[in-house]
């Protein structure tokens, strides 16, 4: 089946320009993630989702950062007036159960946000 | 403060010679310690979960182990597509289902 999507796949934005980064997760797949990756890092977690609500978002850096999932299926993480410190990778992933056994997570292929 | 370090940031072999990654971690109440592969461009590829000490997994030419402080995935005669980084994560107790990330090896496999 299909994996997790993610669009656009390149994002070039200048400074102050607001951005929409959108998820298609796994169909069927109850948790949603967003993670940020800085070049030679790992990912770092940003928000969760299980379904349609936003249960933890104790990882976005401002209040510039908003993320939702309106009908439990595609995500969109929004980010306004963008800084140049937000230049980075936005990976999303989706797991098929949100607690137990087999909650490993599937990756998309991330959106790379360069803020000029 | 949950955390991940993996060593070494970086290795480079021979194709045929065997090795070990480690991640060494502490987190409050381990739910389970996540591998995955990335590729440069891509987003990362789930290998492995361990869920508890003494727990082994095997896929090919990988085979992840995990004690109460760290794991380790050794790599056995690795070929040149085996290069990539590899990334450990732990996903701890309690309400949240975040996984914490290390910042991976750099893995590198000559012909």
């Known amino acids: 089946g299909a994996g997790v999507s993610q669009s656009p796949r390149y994002k070039v934005a200048k400074r102050g320009q607001d951005v929409a980064l959108r998820c298609d997760p796994i169909?069927?797949?109850?948790?949603l993630f967003w993670y940020q990756q800085a070049l030679g890092q790992g990912p770092e977690f940003l928000t969760y989702?299980?379904?349609?609500?936003?249960?933890?978002k104790s990882g976005l850096p401002s209040d510039r950062f908003f993320a939702e999932r309106p009908e439990g299926s595609v995500s969109t993480l929004k980010i306004q007036r963008t800084q140049q410190e937000d230049s980075a990778v936005y990976l999303c992933?989706?797991?098929?159960?949100?607690?137990?056994?087999?909650?490993?997570?599937?990756f998309g292929p991330g959106t790379r946000l360069t803020v000029l | 403060e949950d955390q991940v370090t993996q060593s070494p940031e970086a290795l480079r072999l021979q194709e045929g010679e065997s090795s070990s990654l480690n991640c060494s971690y502490t987190?409050?109440?381990?739910?389970?310690l996540f591998w995955y592969r990335q590729d440069p461009g891509k987003g990362p590829e789930f290998l492995f979960t361990?869920?508890?000490a003494g727990e082994e997994k095997e896929k090919e030419r990988l085979k992840a182990t995990l004690t109460k402080k760290e794991s380790f995935l050794h790599i056995t005669a690795p070929k040149p597509e085996d290069s990539a980084t590899y990334l450990c994560?732990?996903?701890?107790?309690?309400?949240?289902?975040?996984?914490?990330f290390g910042t991976g090896t750099l893995l590198a496999v000559q012909p």
């Open positions: 994560a732990v996903q701890a107790g309690g309400a949240t289902n975040k996984l914490i």
């Open positions: 992933a989706s797991s098929l159960f949100s607690r137990g056994l087999n909650n490993e997570q599937f």
């Open positions: 989702f299980q379904n349609e609500a936003q249960l933890d």
């Open positions: 361990l869920y508890s």
């Open positions: 987190v409050s109440g381990l739910r389970g």
């Open positions: 169909s069927g797949h109850v948790s």
